[in-house]
């Protein structure tokens, strides 16, 4: 099943590249564009058939590598 | 309306990120991931009313500033 894990800063947490982003838009002339935020994305293969198993496999691994969860929010999504 | 664009490294491009997140997972024991690979995910705000136009912004901003067309893929979502 491939899995994809998505990983964003927690809202209120500063986010400077979003920031830089916002800013380089601006100068591009996007005039329309408010907050910008970056996150992460984690595309992975994992060998199991059971949907549910992949999903909660996916948030152990989030949890124990993927994300700070002292600064980060993230969300799994099982795609096949 | 909110707008997320998700930036991957094209398929046969070498992702070192993704390489080094998969041996951490042998090391800490989840031995059924195949490939893994990382890629952005861009998270913004746009002042418009038509989603069309909106998903059009998208990927004229990830054409000029998000993506690296020579080595990445992109995907526009319009999420409300």
Redesign the interface.
């Known amino acids: 099943m491939k899995i994809r894990v998505?990983v964003?800063l927690k809202e209120g947490v500063l986010d400077p590249q979003?920031k830089a982003?916002?800013h380089?838009?601006e100068v591009?002339g996007?005039s329309?564009?408010?907050?910008?935020?970056?996150?992460?994305?984690?595309?992975?293969?994992?060998?199991?058939a059971d949907r549910e198993a992949a999903a909660a496999?996916g948030e152990?691994?989030a949890r124990?590598?993927?994300a700070n969860l002292v600064i980060e929010d993230f969300a799994v999504e099982v795609a096949e």
């Open positions: 998505n964003m979003g982003i916002g380089a838009f591009l996007f329309n564009v408010g907050e910008v935020r970056v996150g992460k994305t984690i595309e992975l293969e994992v060998d199991t496999q152990a691994m124990e590598l993927l």
